[in-house]
T-cell receptor, first 115, second 115 residues
């Protein structure tokens, strides 16, 4: 079974600075997808970024980018120019590429933005 | 438009009540999901519907009864719940691609309190 580990329960960063959230996973599959979701205190889970395992290029979405290290099974999220609205719980998630709809979530990292 | 809507936003019910949660999406997605999320924890998958048919039931107690009347609508019927069932219930949907599914988009959730 796949597992996802987020080793940082809480992180904080100064506004306008850069922060990196860590995520590692364990799988024997070769085809899979990785996601970062953000859940603000208002509670709606919002997709931040998605990475296909077969793509070597790291995904980016505006201020959000990932460092995908397939051999190391590492999938970290970098947030540049942090903004107050980035404060949230961030979940890393794994999904198999072979017809399994199930998302396996990490335990989450609570990110605080310091004004 | 990546919107999934859920009603009601909040629900308080007694252990003998019968109530229903509703989820709706108009993105043409053919897979829909129910998750349960306790405070400070990641979401836990309960049910998956694919093409209006139940494809995954994660051994959820029978007091939770899902229903998918059409491709846009997903209900969760609740009966004889326990206080430990109090949680945030999240709905999600995704496109189906061949033998796999695409990114899941979440609704804002229903906060359920069982007295």
């Amino acid at each position: 079974a796949q597992t996802v580990t987020q080793s940082q329960p809480e992180m904080s960063v100064q506004e306008a600075e850069t922060v990196t959230l860590s995520c590692t996973y364990d799988t024997s599959e070769s085809d899979y997808y990785l996601f970062w979701y953000k859940q603000p205190p208002s509670r709606q889970m919002i997709l931040v970024i998605r990475q296909e395992a077969y793509k070597q290029q790291n995904a980016t979405e505006n201020r959000f980018s990932v460092n995908f290290q397939k051999a190391a099974k590492s999938f970290s999220l970098k947030i540049s120019d942090s903004q107050l609205g980035d404060a949230a719980m961030y979940f890393c998630a794994y999904r198999s590429g072979f017809g399994n709809e199930k998302l396996t979530f990490g335990t989450g990292t609570r990110l605080t933005i310091i004004p | 438009d990546t919107e999934v809507t859920q009603t009601p936003k909040h629900l308080v019910m007694g252990m003998t009540n019968k109530k229903s949660l509703k989820c709706e999406q108009h993105m043409g997605h053919r897979a829909m999901y129910w998750y349960k999320q306790k405070a400070k924890k990641p979401p836990e998958l309960m049910f998956v519907y694919s093409y209006e048919k139940l494809s995954i039931n994660e051994s959820v107690p029978s007091r939770f009864s899902p229903e998918c009347p059409n491709s846009s609508l997903l209900n969760l019927h609740l009966h004889a719940l326990q206080p430990e069932d109090s949680a945030l219930y999240l709905c999600a949907s995704s496109q189906v691609m061949g033998f796999s599914t695409d990114t899941q988009y979440f609704g804002p959730g229903t906060r359920l309190t069982v007295l």
